[in-house]
């Protein structure tokens, strides 16, 4: 991607008086990264700013809408931004606190109150909110909206989680991914927001670090609508990073989505840059440079994300994997497999299987995670486990030749890894698993196994990989290397390059997967239809049409 010189430039002026305020040696290392971070745009003195009357924002601040996240049974996160120009810097506010009040209720009209309150919104945070509403019932729904001054957000729906030893029959949800605002319109939200579902999850690529064009990219806008220059360029600055989640959650069908069901995010590689490994860039620019550019990334995603506490950035790192429970049904660990992996194998890319890559040392997930989670299955007294996270898990071989090329940024590229994590499903007893997956902009459905070699080996669970919301554009129902990977991959059951999204069931005796798909995101309005489904039954996984 190629960067507007003067933007470089710029960038890079800030990384010198950073650098020199730091200490380089210091500035080489998460914790200085953020100093430098905090340094750069200031930070550190907009904690003492100055509290405004809020009554004199003059225009509505909540153009950005309202959104909710990671239900428990007795608790909800609440969102908004204070953005009454969400495509300017600062949003079109001044750097100083504003006091915001907020409700949740037992009905729309908000005639039974459940719980109220004020938080501040504060300019180093970029006017964000994330109100942790609890003291609330288990398994019901909500409503909740916002007050800034004489202005009222648009109302949210909201639902909490069941308690964790109740037994519910079943749990619906949806699993989105990828959605390059100058790829399409995200026709599939305003879909989404009409289904009947208890959570969403956003397995990653929420926003893209590339440049969109003053039309929009392929949305095409037309001549009275154009977008600011400063989209039309890669994002590297934490302004970069604001203004960009500005113009994506500014979008409607987004807005809409958010407002009808609580999200449970986690990110993959654009959120920060395409491909990126632990503290290791796509390209080969100065550590520092892409330090400096991860926390700004990491800390504009958290300030635009319905997420709690625990999230919030510490330093330059972000502890984004967590775990959620819906009764004795469910339990969802919610994986980061960009934040602490090992550098892709073999320079990245497509590439055959060698010592490299198969390196047992390798890890997706950084050993800590790894342990967390097979420590999590241990403990685990739920019918479904469910992994969430963000790249192609199960084998997916690219060619027919004798030994084929694999995916060297998915799991195909952390053997080992991988290895260790299904060894340790069966070790804790886990019966039913059920992987979801993001960032191939289509739509898979898979039987996991841990020997692909061998015909007839055992399903130790299933894969299900939501396409893309509008990354891709168009896509098209049997994409050219459809013939290939159906005869390469006995495992793969179901392959469809259409943008949409998953609708899963979660039941008592078996998993229902719904793959909904959109016949065009290039233009808006594109009509949804349920490609295919199917399902897998507890104690026998394998996925059968439904």
Known sequence: MTLVPHHRATHATELRAAARHIGRRRFLTATGAAAALAFAVDLSGSAQAAELDVMKIAENPFTLGVASGDPQSGSVVLWTRLAPRPYEPDSGLPRAKFSVRWEIAHDARFARVARRGNVIAHPEFDHSVHVEADGLDADRVYYFRFRAGRWISPTGRTRTAPARSA??????????????????????????ADEDLDVVFHLGDYLYEYAVTAVGGARN??????????????????EDYRLRYGLYKSDPDLKAAHAAHPFVLTWDDHETENNYADDIPENDVPPEEFLLRRAAAYRAYWENQPLRRPQRPNDADMQLYRRLHFGQ??????LDTRQYRSDQAYGDGLDIPGPESEDPSRTMTGATQERWLLDGWRNSQALWNVVPQQVT????????????????????GYPASRERVLAGAEAAGVANLMVLTGDVHV?????VKRDYRTPGAKVVGTEIVATSISSGK?????????????????????????????????????????????????????????????????????LKPA
């Open 393 to 412: 898990f199960a084998q997916r071989l690219l060619d027919l030749n004798p030994v084929a090329k694999v995916s060297m940024d998915s799991w195909d």
């Open 167 to 192: 037994r519910i029959r079943e749990l619906k949800l949806a699993a989105v991914s990828c959605q390059a605002y100058h790829d399409g319109y995200f026709t599939a939200y305003k879909h989404l």
């Open 474 to 542: 168009d896509g098209a129902d049997k994409p050219s290397s459809w013939e290939t990977y159906t005869k390469a991959n006995p495992h793969l059951k179901f392959y469809n390059g259409r943008r949409g999204y998953v609708n899963v069931t979660l039941g008592e005796q078996q998993a229902r997967a719904d793959f909904r798909t959109v016949d065009a995101v290039t233009t808006p309005g594109g009509a949804v239809t349920t490609a295919a489904s199917f399902v897998t039954e507890v104690g026998n996984q394998g």
């Open 443 to 447: 739509a898979y459905a898979f039987d």
């Open 329 to 334: 049904l469910a339990q969802f660990d919610i």
């Open 221 to 238: 806008y037309p001549a009275d609508r154009r977008l600011p220059a400063h989209y039309n360029r890669e994002t590297l600055t934490l």
